[in-house]
C-alpha cells in the first residue's frame, strides 16, 4: 500500500463546477500536509497547507481528518487556469529521518 | 528574484558516464532536497540535506550521491548511471526551523530530464 494515495484521474468539469479531492496517508505519525500544484512537466508550486481546523484561500477550501487519515481539497467555481495536477504532500519523523511524501497527483481538466 | 535554479536542465548521457546535476538556490534555506518523478510514481525523494554538512538518505538513494560545502548549492551526483535512472529530477529548499523543512514551504527548481541510454 502506498504511504500517500489519490485518485489519479483525470477528473473532468466544466467551467464554474465544484470538484473535490481525497487523499489518504497511512503513516498516523504524519504531522503536516499540503496541497501542491504541478503543470504539465512544470515544478510543484505550494498551493496550500492544511490544518486540522480546516483552511480556506479564496476558492480553494482544505480539510485534514486526522481520525480518518485523510485529506481533502474542494474547488469552487472552477476556472480554465484551475487545469492541472494537484499532489497531496505528507511529512513525518521517522526514526530521525524527515520525510516528506507526496501522492501520485489528482489530474484536472476544466473545459468551457 | 528568489530561485531554485538546477543545471543542465536536460541530460541524455550513455551507461557509465558519471554526471552531476548542479542546484542552487538563493533565498539563503537551510533545507535542500532531490527528488525524482516518475510516472504513477509521483516524486521520491532522493536526499536531504538539513544544513551544510549534513546529508541523508531519503526514500530512493541508492545509485546517487549529495554534497553540501555550501549553503547555497546541494549538486546531485551519478557516479555510474544506468537506464533506471531515466526520469525527471527536482531540487527543492525550504527553511529548515525546528522540523526540518517538514512544515515550510518547499520551492523547487525547474527540473532536470535526464535520459541514460
Known amino acids: 500500500r502506498k504511504e500517500v494515495e489519490q485518485d489519479p484521474g483525470p477528473f473532468n468539469v466544466p467551467e464554474g463546477a465544484t470538484v473535490a479531492f481525497n487523499c489518504t496517508y497511512s503513516?498516523?505519525?504524519?504531522?503536516?500536509f499540503f496541497w501542491y500544484r504541478q503543470d504539465c512537466r512544470k515544478e510543484p508550486k505550494l498551493l496550500m497547507s492544511?490544518?486540522?481546523s480546516g483552511n480556506e484561500d479564496g476558492r480553494f477550501t482544505a480539510q485534514l481528518n486526522r481520525a480518518s487519515q485523510y485529506i481533502s481539497l474542494l474547488i469552487r467555481d472552477s476556472k480554465l487556469s484551475d487545469s492541472a495536477t494537484y499532489l497531496c504532500?505528507?511529512?513525518?519523523?521517522?526514526?530521525?529521518?524527515?520525510?516528506?511524501?507526496f501522492g501520485s497527483g489528482t489530474r484536472l481538466q476544466v473545459q468551457p | 528574484e528568489a530561485q531554485v535554479t538546477q543545471n543542465p536542465r536536460y541530460l541524455i548521457t550513455v551507461t557509465g558516464k558519471k554526471l552531476t546535476v548542479t542546484c542552487s538556490q538563493n533565498?539563503?534555506?537551510?533545507?535542500m532536497s532531490w527528488y525524482r518523478q516518475d510516472p504513477g510514481l509521483g516524486l521520491r525523494q532522493i536526499y536531504y540535506?538539513?544544513?551544510?554538512?549534513?546529508?541523508d538518505k531519503g526514500d530512493v538513494p541508492e545509485g546517487y550521491k549529495v554534497s553540501r560545502k555550501e549553503k547555497r548549492n546541494f549538486p546531485l551526483i551519478l557516479e555510474s548511471p544506468s537506464p533506471n535512472q531515466t526520469s525527471l529530477y527536482f531540487c527543492?529548499?525550504?527553511?529548515?526551523?525546528?522540523?526540518?523543512?517538514?512544515?515550510?514551504?518547499?520551492?523547487f527548481g525547474p527540473g532536470t530530464r535526464l535520459t541514460v541510454l
Open positions: 527543492a529548499s525550504s527553511f529548515g526551523t525546528t522540523t526540518g523543512g517538514l512544515d515550510n514551504e518547499q520551492f
Open positions: 503513516n498516523s505519525a504524519s504531522q503536516s
Open positions: 492544511v490544518y486540522s
Open positions: 504532500v505528507v511529512g513525518r519523523m521517522d526514526t530521525g529521518r524527515r520525510a516528506l511524501t
Open positions: 533565498m539563503n534555506h537551510e533545507y
Open positions: 540535506s538539513m544544513n551544510v554538512e549534513v546529508t
